[in-house]
T-cell receptor, first 110, second 116 residues
């Protein structure tokens, strides 16, 4: 599975937008880009995924670069509950197994 | 509806003992995954089931680890002769229908295993 690179940590103020970047320069044409997050003392939680086009759901938006070598998870209005570790994961195989990296720890300040 | 449940939530055992960790997936989910997470690290894949069969066990660290899913729903992760390095949170996840690169996985709260 192709590798992703994310910043170790980011900070945001409550009710402001947050842009979480992810680089995946070795992505292949069949790799899906998934984002999960893990709140303290909980299991990971699915956030969003995409292949080529930008995606929106109730939790977030996913902006995918035209060459697909990077993507950005956008939280439109951060809340304290959004403080978590965010993982950007590429999935290419039919097993769907998730290969987690270190993720980005997001701190949200009131 | 009910999510993925795992029991026990915490397990403390002594080095050399045998432990079993249980996972109840979401009803109707045919794909089931086990991961483990050490402190400060992201989860690490262990094994995945499609129905009753283990389709990919490439993440199991050694032959002390074994998992079963005899009826295609509940799964048990079994660890023999536990070692202190096995201490971690063991996470279970399930997904609908065939495991694929686009189905989301639903995670349980995990079992925290401590080997003294």
């Amino acid at each position: 599975d192709a590798k992703t690179t994310q910043p170790n940590s980011m900070e945001s103020n409550e009710e402001e937008p947050v842009h979480l970047p992810c680089n995946h320069s070795t992505i292949s044409g069949t790799d899906y880009i998934h984002w999960y997050r893990q709140l303290p003392s909980q299991g990971p939680e699915y956030v969003i995924h995409g292949l080529t086009s930008n995606v929106n759901n109730r939790m977030a938006s996913l902006a995918i670069a035209e060459d697909r070598k990077s993507s950005t998870l956008i939280l439109h209005r951060a809340t304290l509950r959004d403080a978590a570790v965010y993982y950007c994961i590429l999935i290419s195989s039919n097993t769907g197994k998730l290969i987690f990296g270190q993720g980005t720890t997001l701190q949200v300040k009131p | 509806g009910a999510g993925v449940s795992q029991t026990p939530s915490n397990k403390v055992t002594e080095k050399g003992k045998y432990v079993e960790l249980r996972c109840d997936p979401i009803s109707g989910h045919t794909a089931l995954y086990w991961y483990r997470q050490s402190l400060g690290q992201g989860p690490e894949f262990l094994i995945y089931f499609q129905g009753t069969g283990a389709a990919d066990d490439s993440g199991l660290p050694n032959d002390r680890f074994f998992a079963v899913r005899p009826e295609g729903s509940v799964s048990t992760l079994k660890i023999q002769r536990t070692e202190r390095g096995d201490s971690a949170v063991y996470l279970c996840a399930s997904s609908l229908s065939l495991a694929s690169s686009y189905n989301e996985q639903f995670f349980g709260p995990g079992t925290r295993l401590t080997v003294l």
